[in-house]
């Protein structure tokens, strides 16, 4: 059974830190491309950060969360991990992993064929 099972997120204030995780099942996770979304209300899923299979360490950042949100991946424990530091209430959405096969980590939602159940992160002011 495929799954990618995510935890981890909730209620924070402004400034606070929150930790995702998304752990993979069913799928040679060693080999795939990993993404992490977010989805605000009345909004389109966009990309936040993703982590190729083949690279040492994330690839891409969306440019609002540089230097405060960190991606990382554990190919022992097949997951991912997205470390939310200085939170900010336009941070808040609902969070999705993603993964996809290929020989880089898209950013495009659409190319992600596999995806976490998403987790609700608040930000309050």
């Known amino acids: 059974q495929i799954q990618l099972l995510q935890s981890g997120g909730g209620l924070v204030q402004a400034g606070g830190s929150l930790r995702l995780s998304c752990t993979a099942s069913g799928l040679p996770f060693n080999r795939l491309n990993m993404g992490w979304f977010r989805q605000a209300p009345g909004k389109e899923r966009v990309i936040v950060a993703t982590?190729?299979?083949?690279?040492?360490?994330?690839?891409f950042y969306l440019d609002s969360v540089k230097d405060r949100f960190i991606m990382s991946r554990d190919n022992a424990k097949d997951t991912v991990n997205l470390e939310m530091n200085s939170l900010k209430p336009e941070d808040t959405a609902v969070y999705y992993c993603g993964a996809v096969f290929g020989v880089h980590a898209p950013i495009e939602p659409d190319e992600y064929g596999y995806w976490g159940q998403g987790t609700q992160v608040t930000v309050s002011s």
């Open positions: 982590f190729g299979w083949q690279s040492g360490g994330a690839t």
